[in-house]
């Protein structure tokens, strides 16, 4: 037996007793974790469109408290990719005047936001859980297209498994009811957007359109719209429920100038003056 002096013993003795008053159920709060850079896209491990690390930090915790809604202008997404996807070499004609969904995303006031809450596939035979016995899937298509892939392909739903993967299990819904849900949010796009295809609108116009200031973010890269984010509050039963003002955090994701292009299908990159 080792006999450790009496003033190291009382020490030990200190220490030891001060980590045994910890109550079991204290953790550390994500809220005091540091912010992380954060990107991801659309598909797992491929790129596609980037959400902006601006939106806080993730953690895995499934609570959050309102939901971003970001809208893509797919217009964009092929023009700085150089129309080298399917979707872009034919596209939907309603996609020129409408934006699609990016994602329906989980996220709190603190700025942070849960991510990949749990292990569960996505299945798309539960697209067909309607009331009526119909299915969702040609909505899908239509309102939340993956201009990488053929409608119908397998590839094609790569871009919903993403996105349920990371943010949609942190919902705590159904797939079913995750992705009606995000269906039913679905915003009209401005008549600016439409009128003004293929050229520049303005800024404030636009804001305008989307119900004023701080109730959207808009995205810009290179001058052009590329996506757009509203924010939705939280039902009890975790459904989104009504649009409300975006926080500062999501505000500052905007990144347009006061005149913003508005891509066509037919540019490209070299287009930009």
């Known amino acids: 037996m080792i006999l450790l002096p009496p003033s190291v013993a009382l020490a030990m003795k200190v220490a030891l007793l001060s980590i045994t008053d910890v109550p079991a159920s204290t953790s550390i709060s994500p809220v005091n974790t540091p912010h992380l850079r954060h990107h991801h896209s659309h598909h797992a491990g491929k790129s596609y469109q980037k959400e902006d690390s601006d939106r806080g930090a993730p953690s895995n915790s499934n609570t959050f408290d309102f939901y971003v809604y970001s809208m893509t202008y797919q217009p964009e997404f092929c023009r700085e990719n150089n129309e080298k996807f399917v979707g872009c070499k034919r596209p939907e004609e309603n996609w020129e005047k409408q934006l699609t969904i990016h994602g329906l995303w989980p996220q709190r006031l603190d700025g942070t936001w849960p991510s990949t809450c749990t292990s569960e596939p996505l299945d798309t035979s539960k697209f067909y859980l309607a009331p009526d016995n119909t299915s969702i899937l040609p909505d899908m298509e239509q309102k939340w297209p993956n201009v990488k892939a053929e409608a119908n392909s397998r590839a094609h739903s790569e871009f919903w498994a993403h996105e349920w993967s990371k943010h949609g299990t942190c919902s705590g819904l159904m797939q079913f009811d995750y992705f009606h ?93």
Do not use: H, W
């Open 181 to 273: 849900s995000a269906l039913g949010l679905l915003l009209d796009t401005p008549a600016v957007v439409r009128d003004g295809y293929g050229t520049t609108v303005e800024k404030k116009t636009l804001i305008q359109g989307y119900g004023g200031d701080n109730m959207a973010a808009l995205v810009c890269k290179s001058g052009y719209l590329s996506e757009v984010r509203a924010c939705f509050t939280k039902n009890k039963d975790g459904t989104p429920g009504e649009r409300m003002e975006c926080p500062e955090k999501i505000l500052s994701a905007g990144s347009c100038a006061d005149q913003i292009y508005i891509a066509s299908f037919d540019q490209a990159p070299a287009d930009i003056q």
